[in-house]
């Protein structure tokens, strides 16, 4: 079984940055070969792709934070991180990691940003 577990949310006005981080752990994990993403959920909203990185290092991002997120990750470290420049209060919502490799997928339990002045 695999746990996640965010960390990096926060309130930051508008024009900051954040850096989130998502840890992964379990047994018999081999995290290099899961792909990885970010999403996020706004009040009343759906839950939408932010961004993902494949095992193989490919990257995709949404439309909406195209040149302002960056998602990188540290197999060593069984990490992915997002990375959240030039933030804007549209950007407030619970965000999410994801691993997912075939049939299995795997939430973590989501942190918090708000972006306000």
């Known amino acids: 079984q695999v746990q996640l577990v965010e960390s990096g949310g926060g309130l930051v006005q508008p024009g900051g940055s954040l850096r989130l981080s998502c840890a992964a752990s379990g047994s018999a994990f081999i995290f290099s070969i899961y792909k990885t993403g970010w999403y996020r959920q706004a009040p009343g909203k759906q839950r939408e792709l932010v961004a993902t990185a494949t095992s193989g290092g490919t990257t995709n991002y949404a439309d909406s934070v195209k040149g302002r997120f960056t998602i990188s990750r540290d197999n060593a470290k069984n990490t992915v991180y997002l990375q959240m420049n030039s933030l804007k209060p549209e950007d407030t919502a619970v965000y999410y990691c994801?691993?997912?490799?075939?049939?299995?997928?795997?939430w973590g339990q989501g942190t918090q940003v708000t972006v306000s002045s």
């Open positions: 994801n691993i997912n490799r075939a049939t299995m997928s795997a």
